[in-house]
């Protein structure tokens, strides 16, 4: 299912500090690799309201989220 918002999602591999929070709040979205480290998948496939409730929810703030032209939504 797409969702109409076209966010960028990024996460700050030097940060990510491996909780998953962001995983368990947005499992299609967020995928723990194998060192540990958040690797994103599709934005599409998540509301934006759930991606910036994932992006907050990391105690590091590793989720950076901006709009399609650039816009930095979090962190603040
Ligand atoms: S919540 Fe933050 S620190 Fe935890 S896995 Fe996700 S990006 Fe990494």
Redesign the pocket.
């Known amino acids: 299912m797409g969702h109409d918002h076209r966010l960028r999602v990024e996460?700050d591999e030097g940060?990510?500090?491996?909780?998953?929070?962001?995983?368990v709040c947005a499992p299609q979205l967020?995928r723990?690799n194998h060192f540990?480290?958040?690797e994103v998948l599709d934005p599409a496939s998540t509301s934006r309201k759930e991606i910036l409730e994932?992006a907050m929810?990391?105690?590091?703030?590793?989720?950076i989220v901006e709009t399609e032209d650039g816009k930095l939504l979090w962190p603040k």
Not at 15 to 23: D, L
Not at 57 to 63: E, F, M
């Open positions: 996460v940060r990510c500090i491996g909780v998953a929070n962001c995983e967020f723990l540990r480290i958040a994932a929810d990391c105690p590091v703030d590793a989720i």
